[in-house]
């Protein structure tokens, strides 16, 4: 078994892909995968607004199990983590990351400089 994936440090796992002996593969890339349970993707653009399917956008990760933050960085802490007002608890951290989500499939670069999800499909675009 493979199993590709895609996280980061301060949202842990976000995405992965199982490959199985007898997995059919999609043409061209791997995606990243699937979200785990207890996360959601969006693809915000500049102002943080949703963009539809198929649009390029940064990576954003909706989730109660997220990083409470950067140490000492309260700076990059509020331009990273969101509050999500409509759902108690949950926040949203965006990652920097570019990509796009397609219907049943995410990252294609950075926003930012630095280090670099059944249900939607995270694929990196060409």
Excluded: H
């Amino acid at each position: 078994m493979i199993i590709a994936g895609y996280g980061a440090s301060e949202a842990s796992g976000i995405v992965e892909y199982r490959i199985e002996p007898g997995t059919p593969l999609p043409e061209g890339r791997v995606p990243a995968g699937y979200p785990l349970e207890g996360v959601e993707i969006l693809i915000l653009d500049e102002a943080g607004a949703s963009l539809r399917a198929g649009e390029l956008g940064e990576i954003a990760v909706r989730s109660r199990y997220l990083s409470p933050g950067y140490w000492r960085r309260p700076d990059r802490t509020r331009a990273s983590f969101l509050a999500d007002p409509a759902a108690g608890g949950v926040r949203v951290y965006r990652t920097g990351d570019l990509g796009r989500l397609w219907p049943r499939r995410l990252p294609r670069g950075r926003r930012t400089p630095g280090p670099p999800g059944q249900g939607p499909r995270l694929s990196r675009p060409p």
